[in-house]
């Protein structure tokens, strides 16, 4: 639950070293495939278009995004987190600003795109943050939200390690894809990804994830919201 820029941004300050190690793992890596191949179908980036990556954290996608010849902003609440992002993207067309994803210190229309990776669930006020996220945007320009899912079983455990006290889980809010839609501030479409769970090895994990897909399962641990500027 957010409360100060100051507590969340301590809240992530000890993570970047472990938010990396993570997505060096064999399962870790294909969570980031699956989960960046779904924020480009939906957010299709071009050639010299200003991005915002609202939440970048140590960069983990932001990479990819920047490999499309765009220039982008990201924006993060915790300062060794972008220090981190800035560390990997010196050479590369990126800036970082220290800020509160409901309160974006940019004018009206500031960017082509939008998109922000997993930081919603650390938002109080989802609704005010769309909103915020719709403002920056262009008109005729696409936004791009992703959060964990509530539908699936990893929020389920998330839930139950915050009951025994773990610091960053207790601090989410998980939501399902309906739920989602419901706060977007213009029409949305939401699709999940990540049909497998933390334990399974990547050869199955893949099997799941295509059967996942193929059925157009709701349950997948992953929630990605878009919707375009009117």
Known sequence: MQTSVKREGE?????????DAWFSTPIGALVQEY?????????????????????????????????FSTRVIGLDISLPMLRAALRKYAESRFHA??????????????????????????????????????RVTRSGGTVVVTTLN????????????????????????????????SLAPAVARARTAIH?????????????????QAEQRDTGAFVALSWTKE
């Open 150 to 181: 509530s539908l699936g079983p990893w929020a389920e455990r998330r839930i139950l390690k915050a009951r025994d006290g773990h610091t960053l889980f207790a601090n989410m809010t998980f939501r399902s894809p309906d739920e989602m839609i």
């Open 196 to 212: 497998f769970l933390k334990e399974d090895a990547p050869v199955l994990a893949r099997e799941k994830e295509a059967r996942g």
């Open 97 to 134: 600003a220290a800020a509160d994803l409901s309160s974006l210190p940019f004018a009206d229309q500031s960017f082509d795109k939008v998109y922000s990776m997993t930081a919603l669930e650390f938002v109080e006020d989802a609704r005010a943050a769309m909103l915020e996220l719709d």
């Open 35 to 67: 989960e960046t191949g779904l924020l480009l179908d939906m957010l299709e980036p071009r050639s010299g278009e200003c991005i915002l990556d609202a939440g970048c954290g140590t960069g983990v996608f932001t990479g990819k995004i920047l490999s």
């Open 11 to 19: 809240l992530f300050d000890d993570w970047p070293d472990q938010y």
